[in-house]
């Protein structure tokens, strides 16, 4: 079993900044891929940012160029810097891995960002 620990997340002002971590445990092997989806209320969850165990990204085109998805081998934690916040950007934003083709899920965490 996985288990994923979300870090970050709060109020922050449009045009500024704010950092989550995600920090995994559990029996993972080491070909994997950890990311971030985010949900708002009344919309779909949609992707963020993926990042593979090789180092390559994915981000979604509302992202693209102000969020940067990054990770800690070390500590199996994966890191999502988010810079010039837009109002659009307030969601529920969860941690995910996915690990010999089985999803895993973190609890989830606040974003907003006030205009």
């Known amino acids: 079993q996985v288990q994923l620990v979300e870090s970050g997340g709060g109020l922050v002002q449009a045009g500024g900044f704010q950092r989550l971590s995600c920090a995994a445990s559990g029996s993972i092997f080491s070909i994997h891929t950890m990311g971030w989806f985010r949900q708002a209320p009344g919309k779909q969850r949609e992707l963020v940012a993926v990042i593979t165990s090789g180092g390559s990204t994915n981000y979604g085109d509302s992202v693209k160029g102000r969020f940067t998805i990054s990770r800690d081998k070390a500590k199996n934690t994966v890191l999502l810097q988010m810079n010039s916040l837009k109002p659009e950007d307030t969601a529920v934003y969860y941690c995910?891995?996915?690990?010999?083709?089985?999803?895993?899920w973190g609890q989830g965490t606040q974003v907003t960002v006030s205009s």
């Open positions: 995910y891995l996915i690990n010999l083709d089985r999803r895993y």
